[in-house]
């Protein structure tokens, strides 16, 4: 009897077994605009052109990193997903577009239906947080690319906002406020940089700054603030909006501001998590490096006019919402602290 692709490693049996499984997941992900279901080729989504007459489609994608090595080492696959979703949501939500489906993308060295199931489950939980049709997807089998247990996670999000409603940040001037909302803790930027500073600790272990095992604080899962920021942008007084990925507050605080603006940030506005003042001391790391590698606790950054600050910041604690006004935009360039 001559091979099977089975006999190759990759197991199609095993793929709709976890078809089968994730059906229940996503079904509760999807939105009136959402056509057909699991299984087609292509994912179908009919645009409700009342509610957006003049549309402007935002894309992003983006992936988990090196973070995924934690959740190896813990076993831990259900929260994973939700990284994924939030790091391409909250990018587009940046814009002023509502997102409105994600398709994700999952490469294994070997189908587990379980443990896919489990990261497929974070994925959809983590679109009904955002209010996003989880609408197709892939997950590729790979054997001998990579190591047993082991498995790449990718993702992207289109959202839609009209054309008038498009936030990019043109009319920002001097002596606009920052306002931070805050990050769950690490998100999932420098990751590469925090395991190397971990080396040699157990993941269970309780450390007394963390109050709880090193583990849950590290693969705590990056915050989706869709939800949040959506009922504001009815008002049009956002001028900006930010989230506080790779390159911290530093860098990517100036993605936003006009030529010729900078920004001034107020570091006693709010009280940074420990884990990262843990980590600067573990590393000796220059305050400059922590604040352009991590959030340092504000996920996502507003900016208004003064005159809308008071206003904008009460609607935010109407929701139940921390927030902070953690700096001013400047004439200048750059972000100084």
């Known amino acids: 009897m001559g091979y099977s692709y089975r006999d190759a490693g990759v197991d199609i049996q095993a793929g709709n077994d976890v078809v089968e499984r994730i059906k229940p997941a996503v079904a509760r992900t999807l939105r009136p605009e959402v056509l057909g279901g699991l299984g087609g080729f292509g994912g179908l989504f009919k645009l409700d052109l009342q509610k957006y007459p003049d549309p402007v489609l935002v894309s992003g994608t983006d992936g988990v990193g090196t973070k995924l090595r934690l959740a190896f080492q813990m076993n831990r696959h259900d929260t994973i997903g939700q990284d994924a979703v ?107 940089l925090v395991r190397k500073l971990f080396e ?26 869709v939800k949040t920021i959506l009922p504001l942008l009815a008002g049009g007084t956002i001028k900006g909006m930010v989230h506080i990925t790779g390159g911290g507050l530093t860098e990517n605080i100036p993605r936003v501001l006009p030529s010729g603006l900078g920004v001034q940030i107020d570091l006693s506005a709010w009280k940074r998590p420990a884990i990262f003042d843990l980590l600067q001391r573990l590393g000796e790391v220059d305050w400059s490096e922590m604040y ?6 504000i996920g996502f950054v507003l900016i208004v006019s003064a ?3 008071k206003s904008l910041r009460q609607q935010l604690a109407d929701m139940g919402e921390t927030s902070y006004v953690i700096g001013r935009v400047l004439a200048g360039e750059g972000v100084s602290y």
């Open 307 to 309: 005159e809308d600050e």
């Open 292 to 297: 352009r590698t991590f959030n340092m606790g």
């Open 86 to 192: 939030a790091m391409c949501v909250n990018d587009i939500l940046v814009q002023g577009a509502e997102p409105l489906f994600f398709l994700d993308y999952l490469a294994v060295g070997k189908v587990e239906p379980e443990r896919v199931a489990e990261v497929v489950g974070g994925i959809a939980r983590a679109c009904e947080t955002s209010g996003c049709a989880l609408i197709g997807g892939e997950t590729a089998e790979m054997p001998g690319f990579y190591a047993e247990n082991e498995y790449d996670i990718a993702g992207f999000s289109v959202g839609v906002v009209n054309r008038d409603r498009l936030i990019d940040g043109s009319n920002i001037q001097a002596g606009d406020v920052l306002i931070g909302l805050p990050s769950t803790g690490l998100h999932s930027n420098g990751y590469s």
């Open 200 to 225: 040699g600790y157990s993941l269970e272990e309780v450390l007394p700054e963390l109050g709880e095992p090193l583990g849950d604080t590290l693969l705590r899962p990056t915050r989706i603030y």
